[in-house]
């Protein structure tokens, strides 16, 4: 699965690389003619970037190169050389341009569309890759995306359902590709008794600049989250709206991250953009800006409170909550299993993996 992007009311598609609605306007082989059509959608794209000083250097880019694109007749070759020479220029791993992905993002897909989506997200329960509660009362949930369908909703409150009654939580997130922006702050609603802005994205059209604030809901379907210790693991491979989830909860010093630095993506988009013959592009139209620090993770990463070694994320943040957090009830035997758990968390870890002692 190709990387998701931070997507704010979008729905993500599956797309067949011969899609009937664009079955006429496909090419397996191109010739220059088509290359320069879909070249010149690609730079007219460009005229709502989110940053217009380097929207034109890319467009530059783009017909300064267009006698080398002529030449290349293979479309997912074709995709692949107009997304390296936007990234070299935009340093936004957001803008790429794609032929034929099973994956994709569209504005107004349709109902077929729409089903393969559900079926695709359904398939890979909404995103939630496990639930459960680790020995010494300790919740984790570990996140491949945030699904933009309706019924993840549900999924993130049966996730939060099963660790409700846990002493502290760990997010995984260092595998997470990110998608829908709105998904993320749904799971960051569970964090806080009242309703709080998120970051938000700051969207271009023209010369026009528009903000459409974000914050936590109101009401949600699963037992909230507050006061408690929450760890977020992070990585290289942790992207966009993950990112936005961990930015978040590190500056309103809800949550410790622990990790790598991120990615560091923060632009986002209303959705991909049609290049004809099966090709589309992604062009951030917008910017996430954090209401507390007033800018964002781009280029940088969100970057972590703790820094471990690749692989050690989980066992760092397993150890410290065992050893700072105060269960909430008195009993004897979530005691003793505290304290084996204390003793050796990487054996206490390894037993909930595999289900048997470690000898």
């Known amino acids: 699965m190709r990387k998701l992007s931070i997507v704010l009311s979008l729905l993500v598609v599956l797309l067949e690389p011969a899609a009937s609605a664009g079955q006429q306007n496909t090419a397996a082989s191109l010739t220059p003619a088509q290359v320069d059509e879909v070249v010149d959608h690609l730079i007219a794209g460009l005229s709502d970037y989110v940053f217009p000083d380097v929207a034109q250097r890319i467009q530059s880019e783009l017909r300064a190169h267009r006698g080398e694109y002529r030449a290349i007749n293979a479309p997912t070759a074709l995709a692949t050389r107009l997304t390296t020479d936007m990234r070299a220029v935009g340093h936004d791993k957001h803008l790429a341009v794609n032929f034929g992905e099973e994956l994709g993002v569209k504005k107004s897909p349709t109902l077929e569309e729409r089903e393969k989506a559900h079926a695709y997200d359904a398939a890979n329960g909404y995103g939630v890759r496990s639930a459960r509660r680790l020995p010494g009362n300790i919740g984790y949930i570990d996140l ?24 502290a939580l760990i997010i995984d997130l260092r595998r997470n590709g990110g998608g ?4 993320a702050g749904a799971l960051l609603s569970y964090f806080f008794e009242d309703p709080v802005e998120l970051p938000s994205p700051v969207e271009r059209k023209g010369s026009q600049t528009t903000e459409r604030q974000h914050w936590t809901m109101a009401f949600v379907t699963g037992p909230r989250f507050p006061a408690r210790p929450i760890y977020v693991l992070t990585g290289i491979h942790t992207h966009s709206a993950a990112e936005l989830c ?4 590190k500056t309103m010093h809800r949550a410790i991250v622990i990790g790598e630095h991120t990615s560091g993506e923060a632009t986002s988009a209303t959705g991909e953009i049609d290049l004809g013959y099966n090709f589309t592009a992604f062009i951030a139209n917008g910017q996430i800006i954090s209401p507390i620090t007033h800018t964002n993770w781009l280029g940088t990463g969100v970057q972590p409170d703790v820094v471990t070694v690749p692989g050690g994320e989980l066992l760092s943040a397993y150890k410290t909550a065992l050893g700072s957090v105060t269960p909430a009830i008195v009993s004897g035997d979530l005691a003793k299993e505290r304290q084996t758990a204390l003793a050796d968390p990487q054996a206490a870890l390894m037993e909930e993996v595999t289900g048997f002692p470690v000898p």
């Open 144 to 167: 491949a995306y945030f699904s933009p369908d309706p019924d993840a909703g549900t999924q993130l409150a049966a996730a939060m359902q099963t660790i409700s009654g846990t002493n």
């Open 246 to 249: 961990a930015y978040a909860l």
């Open 180 to 183: 829908s922006g709105e998904a």
